[in-house]
């Protein structure tokens, strides 16, 4: 079975300064690596995703994230976050092999101050 | 230019009540989604479709049935609606490829308050 684990429910940080969102999986198989941001009252966007290659994927927005498979880790970072990307984040995972459902990490809330 | 589109965006009804939720996309995906956002924020599937055919199945109560009349509609019939069926339906799709590895597309959610 696949997980998710997010283990930072919220994530403060100030504007003009680098952030960073956790998240590690677990999952069978090569996994399929995502990130979203949810808005209030607005629907998940896709950020980014790893599917294989390079390990540092560059996504929407000025995100990047770096999947490291020996400590089967993608974090979300951003080198200069700003007030509006203050959101909600969701890591999310799925297997490679065959057709697998996606699993949603618990979400981190990312507070940018000003 | 809506590429998922959900209605209605809130739905407040009593317990008991039938009620149902559409999804269409204009993407041209071949796989739809339903996903039930609880009040923790706490995202998890419900059901998947692709082509048309039911591919995933989680474990949801079977007063809750899916139908799809073509790849571009995905909607939700609820039956006999439960206070704790109160929560934000999410659908979503995606073009499931040869990997699998699409991203996937989110409506802007339906708000369902069961009173």
């Known amino acids: 079975a696949q997980s998710v684990a997010q283990p930072e429910d919220q994530v403060n940080v100030a504007e003009g300064n680098p952030l960073t969102v956790k998240c590690t999986y677990s999952v069978s198989g090569n996994p399929y690596l995502f990130w979203y941001v949810q808005y209030p009252n607005r629907g998940l966007q896709f950020l980014l995703k790893?599917?294989?290659?390079?390990?540092l994927v560059k996504g929407s927005y000025g995100f990047e994230a770096e999947f490291n498979k020996s400590q089967t880790s993608f974090h979300l970072k951003k080198p200069s976050a700003l007030v509006s990307d203050s959101a909600l984040y969701f890591c999310?995972?799925?297997?490679?092999?065959?057709?697998?459902?996606?699993?949603f990490g618990t979400g981190t809330r990312l507070l940018v101050s000003p | 230019d809506t590429a998922v589109s959900q209605t209605p965006k809130y739905l407040v009804t009593q317990m008991g009540n039938d009620k149902s939720i559409k999804c269409e996309q204009n993407?041209?995906?071949?796989?739809m989604y339903w996903y039930k956002q609880d009040s923790k924020k706490f995202l998890k599937i419900m059901f998947s479709?692709?082509?048309?055919?039911?591919?995933i199945n989680e474990t949801v109560p079977n007063r809750f049935s899916p139908k799809s009349p073509d790849k571009a509609h995905l909607n939700l019939h609820i039956n006999s609606l439960e206070l704790g069926d109160s929560a934000v339906y999410f659908c979503?799709?995606?073009?499931?490829?040869?990997?699998?590895?699409?991203?996937?597309?989110f409506g802007p959610g339906t708000r369902l308050t069961v009173l």
């Open positions: 993407l041209g995906h071949d796989t």
């Open positions: 790893y599917i294989t290659g390079d390990n």
């Open positions: 999310a995972v799925r297997s490679n092999t065959g057709f697998q459902k996606l699993v």
């Open positions: 479709y692709n082509n048309k055919e039911l591919i």
């Open positions: 979503a799709s995606s073009q499931m490829g040869r990997g699998g590895y699409n991203e996937q597309f």
